[in-house]
C-alpha cells in the first residue's frame, strides 16, 4: 500500500486535537511526531491517545508529554523479511529511518498483508482426495466421490436424496426444471438476492415476481409474497440470506394453501436451520452452493436436496442430458450437463469431514463481531430472529446513517486499514435487465434500498485469527471514535 507520509507527521509542539486530526485522516491508527530537521523523536497511537486522555489530560496537551518515545526504528532497506519478524501484536508499526534519522517510511502488517473477505480453508483431506483422483484417472463426474459427497451431504441435511451439481446456479435452475417450471409460471423471489437467484427462474422461460424483504432478517417479506401472488404463481424462491434461514413456517403455510412449490436457494446457508431442521429441507428442493468463498468450498459445484424420490429423478436425468436411466443414448428430455466432477468431490468430501468445525469457527467469528459491535448505536446487526440458528456465512451489519460514519466511509476506512470490506448487493430492480414492469408492476422495495445502501460484509472466513479480528474491530471501532471527537470540538 503507497501511503503519503505527510500525512503522517506532526511537529512537536503540536497537541493531541491535532494528533486525531492527523490520525483521522490518515486511517492508520498512528502519527510521527518529528523535530525541525524532520528527525523521528516520538510516535502516538490511537491508543495512546485514548489513554492520555483517560489520565485527565486534554485534547490541548502538547503531544511531546504523551509520545512514546522508546520506540523501535529501523534503518530504511532492512530486509522485508527482517521487518515482518519484528512485527507482532505488541510492535504494530516500524519507523524506517535514513541515516541522520530522518522519517522515510514506516512498515505495519495492514500494509504487507491485506485482510480478505474471504478465503477457502483446505486444511483437512483435500489435497489427499484430490490426488487420488488423479492417481486413479477418475477425474469427470463418474468417480467414486460424487455419490459419497452426495450421500453426505443428505445425512447432514436429513433428507434421504441429494445431487451433486457444477454449481449452484445450475442447481437452481435444474431444481425449478424438475418441477416443471417454464415459460406462463410465475416465481416470487425477493428483490435483495444475488443475481443467480432470478437468473435461473429467467432460464426456465417463467417470469420472476418481485418482492420486498424484511427489516431485520433481510429475508423474503411474508406480506409482500402474500400480495404477489397471482393464479399463475407456480413457486416461490425463497433466499436464505447471508445465512439467516427465512420464516419457512408461514412461507409453507401460505404454498400449501395456493398449492405452489417452494425452491430454496441455500446457497448462503449450509449449516442454518429452523426449527431445529436443516435449511433446504422446507420446499419441494433445496440449492445449494459450493463456490470458493462459500461455507464449504469445490472450487464450483452446487448441491440439491429432495424429499420426494420422483423430483430427484426427474432431476437427475435433466442433470445427466436427459438421458433415460435404462437406455443409453436415449433421451426423453432436453436435459443439460450439469454435472459435478470427481475432483470437486473429492474436495467436498474432505469439506464435509469437518463440517462441524468450520461452523463452529463461522459461530465464534459471529460471536466475537456481536459482541465488539452489539453496544454501537450506529450499527444494526443480523442476528437470529426466533427458532433460526444463522450460519453467519457472511458477517453483514448495517451501519445506520445519521450515526456519523456512512457505510461508504466505513469501507474506506477498513482498505486504509488493509481490510476488505464489501457493500451489500444492488436491489435486483433498480438493475435495467430486471426492472421489467411484469416483474414489478407497481410494487416498492424500500427494505430491499436500506439493505443494500447500509449493509457491509466484514471478512468472515475461518481462518480469520484473532488478531486478524481485533483489527477489523479496531478499524470499525475507531472510525466511530475519531468521527465522535472530530463531531464534539469543531
Ligand atoms: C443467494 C445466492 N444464490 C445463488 C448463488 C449461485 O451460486 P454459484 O456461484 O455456485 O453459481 C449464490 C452465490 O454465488 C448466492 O449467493
Avoid at 506532526?10 to 523535530?35: P, Y
Avoid at 447432514?156 to 417454464?182: D, E, Q
Avoid at 394453501?257 to 449449516?271: F, H, P, T
Avoid at 462441524?356 to 443480523?382: D, M
Wanted: aromatic share 8%.
Amino acid at each position: 500500500m503507497n501511503i503519503n507520509i505527510q500525512s503522517f507527521l506532526l511537529n512537536e509542539e503540536a497537541t493531541l486535537f491535532d494528533a486525531l486530526k492527523v490520525i483521522d485522516s490518515n486511517a492508520q491508527g498512528i502519527c510521527f511526531i518529528v523535530d525541525e530537521q524532520g528527525k523521528l523523536t516520538g510516535i502516538l497511537t490511537d491508543g495512546d491517545i485514548r489513554r492520555a486522555l483517560l489520565k485527565s489530560n486534554t485534547v490541548d496537551t502538547p503531544v511531546k508529554l504523551v509520545m512514546n518515545m522508546n520506540f523501535n526504528a529501523l534503518p530504511l532497506g532492512t530486509p522485508a523479511e527482517l521487518i515482518n519478524s519484528a512485527l507482532n501484536d505488541k510492535i504494530r508499526h516500524i519507523p524506517l529511518i535514513d541515516e541522520a534519522g530522518k522519517l522515510i517510511d514506516f512498515a505495519s502488517r495492514s500494509r504487507t498483508r491485506r485482510i480478505p473477505i474471504m478465503q477457502p480453508s483446505l486444511s483437512g483431506n483435500e489435497v489427499k482426495y484430490v490426488t487420488d483422483c488423479v492417481q486413479t484417472g477418475w477425474i469427470s463426474s463418474q468417480g467414486s466421490y460424487v455419490k459419497q459427497f452426495e450421500k453426505m451431504f443428505a445425512e447432514y441435511c436429513g433428507v434421504p436424496y441429494a445431487l451433486a451439481c457444477s454449481n449452484g446456479t445450475t442447481a437452481l435452475h435444474l431444481a425449478l426444471a424438475s418441477l416443471g417450471i417454464g415459460p406462463g409460471d410465475e416465481v416470487i423471489v425477493p428483490d435483495y438476492t444475488f443475481a443467480a437467484s432470478i437468473n435461473a427462474i429467467l432460464y426456465t422461460g417463467a417470469t420472476p415476481v418481485l418482492v420486498d424483504i424484511d427489516r431485520t432478517s433481510w429475508t423474503i417479506d411474508i406480506d409482500s409474497v402474500k400480495t404477489a401472488i397471482t393464479d399463475k404463481t407456480k413457486a416461490i424462491m425463497p433466499v436464505h440470506i447471508y445465512g439467516h434461514v427465512c420464516d419457512m413456517d408461514a412461507l409453507t403455510k401460505l404454498a400449501a394453501i395456493n398449492n405452489i412449490q417452494i425452491v430454496e436457494d441455500c446457497a448462503e446457508s449450509l449449516g442454518s436451520f429452523y426449527r431445529k431442521q436443516a435449511s433446504g429441507v422446507f420446499g419441494a428442493v433445496g440449492a445449494f452452493s459450493f463456490f470458493g468463498n462459500k461455507t464449504i468450498t469445490t472450487g464450483e459445484g452446487g448441491m440439491l436436496i429432495f424429499k420426494d424420490k420422483e423430483t430427484y429423478e426427474r432431476a437427475s436425468v435433466l442433470r445427466d442430458h436427459g438421458m433415460s436411466k435404462t437406455k443409453r443414448y436415449w433421451h426423453d428430455h432436453v436435459g443439460y450437463n450439469y454435472r459435478m466432477t470427481n475432483l470437486q468431490a473429492a474436495i467436498g468430501v474432505a469439506q464435509m469431514e469437518r463440517i462441524e468445525e468450520i461452523l463452529q469457527l463461522k459461530r465464534n467469528i459471529a460471536k466475537t463481531y456481536n459482541k465488539a459491535f452489539s453496544h454501537f448505536e450506529g450499527l444494526q446487526l443480523h442476528g437470529e430472529k426466533s427458532e433460526t440458528i444463522n450460519s453467519y456465512w457472511l458477517y453483514t451489519m448495517i451501519v445506520n446513517p445519521g450515526f456519523g460514519v456512512t457505510r461508504n466511509e466505513m469501507i474506506e476506512r477498513l482498505s486504509k486499514n488493509g481490510i476488505e470490506g464489501r457493500p451489500a448487493f444492488y436491489p435486483l430492480h433498480e438493475m435495467p435487465v430486471y426492472a421489467k414492469e411484469e416483474f414489478i408492476r407497481g410494487r416498492e422495495f424500500p427494505n430491499s434500498k436500506y439493505v443494500s445502501e447500509n449493509a457491509l460484509s466484514l471478512p468472515s472466513y475461518v481462518d480469520l485469527t484473532d488478531e486478524e479480528m481485533s483489527s477489523v474491530i479496531k478499524s470499525v471501532e475507531m472510525a466511530f471514535a475519531v468521527k465522535a471527537i472530530n463531531i464534539e470540538l469543531t
